[in-house]
């Protein structure tokens, strides 16, 4: 299977997801690392 932006971004958000329900407190962790990587993803910098 290949992985890009249009199937690993719901992969993630289901992950994320599970582990916000897991872990209440690590949700500000991830979101901001959730967006620093779509930011970085978006502009090209990681591929």
């Not at 993630?12 to 949700?27: E, R, V, Y």
Request: glycine share 8%; hydrophobic share 60%.
């Amino acid at each position: 299977m290949s992985f890009s932006i249009s199937n690993l971004t719901p992969i993630t958000s289901i992950l994320f997801g599970m582990l916000i329900l897991m872990f209440p407190k690590l949700l500000n962790y991830l979101i901001a690392f959730y967006l620093i990587v779509i930011g970085l993803l978006g502009l090209g910098i990681i591929r």
